[in-house]
């Protein structure tokens, strides 16, 4: 009896398992066509949106600025060269790189010995010259004197001819007396002659002695020039560089000793593209004096100077592309000749344009704004000036328009797209919506009139939603979901 009673507990626990087994399997079964029912229903396509940033076009009037590189140098620049050779014997106080200097002042001394004596020497030539240029003057006049005694004696011994020749017509005279009386005559006109050639002698020597006296100024002249370029003064004020000279050393002429910079009348140099100088022309094709902006960057502190352009260079340079312009600083405190800074010239203002990132832009000059449904639009724009980052562009008829600021290979006309401004904020969009076949509408028509846990409002809504040839798709994937579960 104990044996049967095992063997029917085996048999029931064998059978309870067996049943068990069964069930599970059913459920398993019945769990995977409800799986496989659910993959089969088609899903809803959805067209992919692509969020972008867009900017308002706005035309407004904006000055264009453009933008190059210069290096300051002063207008005033003065080389310190030695005149004379010889040793520096004095030095001005601050005489160094960077020392300051004021126009008249002493700057350097030469030692002056070998050129003083030179002048004194110059000056004894000199009072000699003028006391030859005395005597000679004297002999001159002592000259002029036995000249006109001569010429006296002379008219003396014409006369006394003239009579003896009367007493010989007269038959009271001699011949004799009239030959030695002609002879007496023509010794005195000989001794004239004699006196007129000692007073053109003594005329040369004072000509001679009237050269020797310019010469001789003329040397003293230069002996005190010579002196004087042993001082070596500045020409006007300013500050010291490339200093290379100290007290005692020998210089030779002609060497460099110093520069003056004067720190005041700073100019930039600044190179422009042709492009770029063609629009800095007015209509006579003269150069505009614009206005410029230098910038130095030091240490993280922008210096700022203002000034205008005055002038350009007379030949483009072997080698070299553009046009060199000047401008003229105004107040550059702070600026120093040789600084490299960025030069910002203000061009005419232009009316009628708008400011756009120039990541707007594509290689065509064409723009993606944003159209109905937010679907996207191709539009040309007129390129005008490129700001560094930025573009100015005259946009006919799209006046308060859209723009995308970051084109990207994805971007197209036609494509839909989620719209963000500048402010973080995204643009108001139409709600996203589908096209539904026949079939579906029906299937989503039924369901909805036939669910007794839906609002009869919200019926209404719905099913007036459904009339339509585009369905939210929100609605659309929140039924097919309830369909589905």
């Known amino acids: 009896m104990r044996f049967l009673g095992r063997s029917l507990t085996g048999i029931f626990l064998l059978a309870a398992t067996i049943g068990i087994l069964a069930l599970a399997g059913q459920t398993i079964y019945s769990a995977l066509q409800e799986r496989w029912a659910q993959e089969s229903t088609p899903r809803t396509a959805r067209e992919r949106v692509f969020s972008v940033n867009v900017v308002t076009i706005e035309a407004e009037t904006i000055t264009p600025v453009l933008q190059a590189f210069g290096e300051l140098r002063s207008r005033r620049t003065l080389e310190l ?8 014997v004095e030095l001005a106080d601050g005489f160094e790189e960077g020392g300051t200097v004021e126009a008249g002042q002493l700057l350097l001394r030469i030692d002056p010995t070998d050129f003083e004596a030179a002048l004194t020497i110059a000056r004894t030539d000199l009072s000699e010259a003028e006391a030859d240029l005395l005597d000679a003057r004297a002999a001159l ?27 010989v017509t007269r038959r009271v005279g001699t011949e004799a007396a009239v030959e030695n009386a002609a002879l007496a ?18 005329g040369l020597k004072v ?6 006296l310019s010469r001789r100024k003329v040397n003293l002249a230069d002996a005190e020039r010579k002196l004087a370029d042993t001082e070596i003064r500045a020409t006007f004020a ?22 003056i910079v004067d720190p005041d009348t700073l100019e930039v140099s600044f190179r422009v593209s042709t492009a770029q100088y063609a629009r800095l022309l007015d209509e006579a094709g003269g150069l505009v004096k614009a206005e410029v902006d230098v910038m130095l960057d030091v240490a993280g502190v922008d210096l700022v100077a203002k ?9 483009v340079g072997e080698g070299q592309t553009g046009r060199l312009l000047f401008a003229r600083l105004d107040q550059a405190t702070g600026f120093r000749p040789g600084d490299f800074v960025t030069v910002s010239i203000r061009e005419t203002p232009l009316e009628r344009v708008s400011r756009l990132p120039a990541s707007a832009i594509d290689a065509a000059g064409t723009v993606l704004v944003l159209g109905e449904n937010d679907r996207l639009e191709s539009a040309e724009v007129e390129l005008l000036r490129r700001q560094g980052d930025d573009i100015l562009v005259r946009a006919r008829g799209l ?11 994805v971007l197209g006309a036609g494509i839909r797209v989620k719209a963000i401004r500048a402010d973080g904020a995204a643009a108001p969009t139409a709600p996203e919506t589908v096209a539904l076949s026949d079939e579906r509408r029906a299937a989503l028509r039924a369901f909805v009139e036939g669910n007794t846990m839906m609002p009869d409002e919200a019926k209404a809504r719905i099913l007036k939603a459904l009339e339509q040839d585009e369905v939210p798709a929100s609605m659309v994937e929140r039924l097919e979901g309830r369909m589905g579960g």
């Open 81 to 88: 060269r030695a005149s004379a050779g010889g040793t520096v």
């Open 141 to 167: 006049e002592l000259a002029k004197d036995d000249l006109a005694n001569a010429g006296r004696q002379a008219d003396l011994r014409a006369a006394a001819l003239t009579r003896q020749q009367d007493l």
């Open 185 to 202: 005559a023509a010794a005195a006109e000989q001794a004239v002659l004699s006196r007129r050639q000692s007073v053109a002698s003594a």
């Open 207 to 212: 000509t001679n002695a009237e050269a020797t």
């Open 238 to 259: 300013g500050t010291l560089s490339d200093v290379n000279v100290v007290q005692g050393r020998l210089v030779s002429a002609n060497e460099k000793l110093a520069q």
């Open 307 to 315: 000034g205008r352009i005055n002038r350009e260079s007379a030949a």
């Open 399 to 409: 006046q308060g328009r859209d723009v995308v600021a970051e084109r990207s290979p």
